[in-house]
Nanobody, 129 residues
Framework: QAHLVESGGDLVHPGGSLRLSCAAS????????VGWFRQAPGKEREVISC????????YYADAVKGRFTISRDNAKSTVSLQMDSLKPEDTAVYYC??????????????????????WGQGTQVTVSA
């Protein structure tokens, strides 16, 4: 069974950077899409980025495009999320998740959080002065 563990969350000032990591085990990550999600207090969980196994392509939500970069290292079974130019509105619990498919999108739209099967426990990111 797939097992995911996130790390790297912290308190950071606006404009700062963080790098989150998602360590995968129990499955061969090479063949599966892995996404990053976040959930702020009182808000629904949202997909912010995803790494496709099909063609190595990446998806980014508009809110993070140009500031966040996803990367995967299949040899180490990790997917990282480099977050730069952080804003207070980026404050949330960040999760990684995977599903039994290679692609992150369908007809140009990202799969919703409900369409992912295996989740990590989350890591807190707080952006505050």
């Amino acid at each position: 069974q797939a097992h995911l563990v996130e790390s790297g969350g912290d308190l950071v000032h606006p404009g700062g950077s963080l790098r989150l990591s998602c360590a995968a085990s129990g499955f061969t990550m090479d063949y599966y899409a892995v996404g990053w999600f976040r959930q702020a207090p009182g808000k629904e969980r949202e997909v912010i980025s995803c790494s496709s196994a099909r063609d190595g392509s990446a998806y980014y939500a508009d809110a993070v495009k140009g500031r966040f970069t996803i990367s995967r290292d299949n040899a180490k079974s990790t997917v990282s999320l480099q977050m730069d130019s952080l804003k207070p509105e980026d404050t949330a619990v960040y999760y990684c998740a995977t599903a039994d498919r290679q692609s992150c999108t369908y007809s140009g739209e990202p799969y919703s959080p409900s369409e992912y099967d295996y989740w990590g426990q989350g890591t807190q990111v707080t952006v505050s002065a």
